[in-house]
């Protein structure tokens, strides 16, 4: 593959340094490890590197109960035994009782694929070590069939972080390291161009001045995130509120209009009752 240079896309705002991680993991074509707290678009950089390389875009969604094996292939014991009993003539094949994972997918890709793996800290600390192994030689052994699945040219591999959990060194040693940052006003003006061109500028800037505020209310739970921040603006839109709604909101009143679309949990909302208890206090 010709070198690229990633430089984000029409629908995806890169800032400079994550650029510069997307171009090192590239080229070094060591996998991408992205942390950062939900949100702030690691998922979506998968879909937009796969979208800049015009490759096709590989997806392993880990849960807690995900084993490594499962991302190289999976044999059906069972199943095979059940056809023996039934007299079916598929059980002489046992490649039809092997399933094959994401990883062997993305190995046998006859094109370059971009794998991601997301959510690597849901699952159990073992997992990224019974990996290691696979990621470093890109092949692996199927002990049933007797094959060595190879991959015929390194994959882009980016795999995701919420930092649940910490993650072994070894494992870390293998990786590109990038943590996204939560966008400052600048980036976040950005991003809200791409998904609303031609959006009112008081009204973005009214709507980012009440969306940090939140974010710096000290001791909440479940801070607000971009894809929260871009909901809310649709609602916003699609209400057709009044402008002097956002600009004149009243400080007694601290929960902001269609607030659920920012505030996910009744510990926050029940604070910014009582900070506007406490405001409408002052007030007298």
């Known amino acids: ?37 939900p949100g702030t678009g690691k998922t979506v950089l998968a879909q937009e590197i796969a979208k800049a390389l015009d490759a096709p875009l590989i997806e392993w969604n880990v849960k807690s109960t995900t ?66 192994q696979e990621l470093d030689r890109m092949a692996f052994h199927v002990y049933e069939t007797g094959e060595t699945v190879a991959a015929k040219e390194r994959p882009v591999v980016v795999i995701t972080s919420n930092n649940e959990k910490d993650l072994p060194d070894a494992f870390l040693r293998r990786c590109f390291f990038h943590y996204i940052k939560f966008p400052d006003r600048e980036t976040m003006q950005a991003i809200i161009d791409v998904h609303f061109p031609g959006i009112q500028k008081i009204l973005v800037n009214r709507a980012l001045e009440i969306f940090y505020e939140i974010r710096d209310v000290p001791g909440l739970k479940k801070k607000p995130s971009t894809s929260e921040l871009l909901d809310w603006l649709k609602l916003i839109l699609a209400e ?18 269609l607030h659920g679309a920012l505030l996910k949990n009744e510990q926050d909302i029940m604070m910014f009752e009582r900070l506007a208890f406490i405001a409408r206090r002052q007030g007298r």
Do not use: C
């Open 67 to 132: 084993k490594a094996h499962q991302g190289l292939y999976e044999y059906d014991a069972v199943a095979r035994l059940r056809d023996g009993q039934l007299g079916d003539p598929r059980v002489h094949e046992i490649g039809n009782y092997i399933r094959k994972g994401k990883l062997w997918e993305a190995f046998a890709s006859p094109t370059l694929p971009v794998l991601l793996i997301d959510e690597i800290d849901k699952a159990d600390i073992e997992f990224p070590n019974d990996l290691l």
């Open 1 to 37: 593959m010709k070198h690229m240079r990633f430089e984000g896309t029409q629908d995806y705002v890169a800032t400079d340094d994550l650029k510069v991680a997307v171009n090192a993991a590239v080229l070094l074509r060591r996998p991408l490890l992205v942390k950062g707290e």
């Open 240 to 257: 057709d509120m009044p402008l002097d709604v956002l600009q004149d909101r009243d400080p007694t009143k601290a929960i902001p209009p």
